[in-house]
């Protein structure tokens, strides 16, 4: 079942990422106490001023946990990996078990700078060329549900996987070649990779 809040979704994460999901969240909301929860993506994400704090994810083999704003975070610390373009999930690295988080203090720190980067009103520059957003497509919605196995892969996918598969079939001009590349799709989701991972266009 598709988690609808932040317990539903820990309750259905892998046994070893539960722990680690859990202080996470806890530890967010000891830091900023009026921090607000919610289902962003798939995504469990923790809102402050109507705004995009910090997010998390578990996966099949680790979880991750990210900022927002990390690209304008001091990291006096240097914790965070990659803060580049395309590092919007995981900027904590993959982490595995508690032992691979950064210090309570440490992230509290992080979570407070972050709040303040929000009560300044600062935002991430917009990118050159953006791509576009594409929403998921009725027919593609149906397939997903029929194959509850690709369901599942495709909601843990990260935000930008499960784009390259919406533009892929969002793209076909023909309803024919619409439904071979959703049949193509739920084929490629069962591998559990990103599209791009395997060449797939141009059909």
Same mark, same amino acid.
């Given at each position: 079942?598709?988690?609808?809040?932040?317990?539903?979704? +820990?309750?259905?994460?892998?046994?070893?990422?539960?722990?680690? /999901?859990?202080? /996470?969240?806890?530890?967010?909301?000891?830091?900023?106490?009026?921090?607000? !929860?919610?289902?962003?993506?798939?995504?469990?994400?923790?809102?402050?001023?109507?705004? +995009?704090?910090?997010?998390?994810?578990?996966?099949?083999?680790?979880?991750?946990?990210?900022?927002?704003?990390?690209?304008?975070?001091?990291?006096?610390?240097?914790?965070?990996?990659?803060?580049?373009?395309?590092?919007?999930?995981?900027? /904590?690295?993959?982490?595995?078990?508690?032992?691979?988080?950064?210090?309570?203090?440490?992230?509290?720190?992080? /979570?407070?700078?972050?709040?303040?980067?929000?009560?300044?009103?600062?935002?991430?520059?917009?990118?050159?060329?953006?791509?576009?957003?594409?929403?998921?497509?009725?027919?593609?919605?149906?397939?997903?549900?029929?194959?509850?196995?690709?369901?599942?892969?495709?909601?843990?996918?990260?935000?930008?996987?499960?784009?390259?598969?919406?533009?892929?079939?969002?793209?076909?001009?023909?309803?024919?070649?619409?439904?071979?590349?959703?049949?193509?799709? +739920?084929?490629? +989701?069962?591998? !559990?990779?990103?599209?791009?991972?395997?060449?797939?266009?141009?059909?």
């Amino acid at each position: 079942m598709k988690p609808t809040d932040v317990d539903s979704y +820990i309750a259905q994460s892998a046994e070893f990422a539960k722990p680690i /999901l859990s202080h /996470l969240r806890k530890l967010v909301h000891a830091a900023i106490p009026n921090v607000q !929860e919610e289902i962003k993506w798939q995504f469990p994400c923790f809102m402050y001023k109507g705004k +995009i704090l910090c997010h998390m994810a578990g996966f099949k083999a680790h979880c991750s946990f990210g900022f927002w704003l990390a690209p304008l975070l001091k990291d006096d610390q240097g914790i965070l990996e990659g803060r580049g373009e395309n590092s919007a999930m995981g900027q /904590l690295g993959k982490i595995t078990s508690l032992k691979d988080l950064p210090s309570d203090t440490i992230l509290k720190a992080y /979570l407070l700078e972050a709040a303040s980067l929000i009560d300044a009103g600062k935002t991430l520059p917009k990118k050159a060329g953006a791509k576009k957003q594409y929403e998921m497509p009725a027919s593609f919605k149906t397939a997903l549900e029929k194959n509850p196995k690709a369901l599942n892969i495709y909601q843990k996918m990260s935000p930008s996987h499960q784009q390259e598969y919406l533009e892929y079939i969002c793209e076909a001009k023909q309803e024919a070649t619409v439904l071979r590349r959703i049949d193509k799709s +739920i084929d490629h +989701i069962l591998k !559990e990779k990103g599209l791009n991972d395997v060449y797939m266009r141009k059909s």
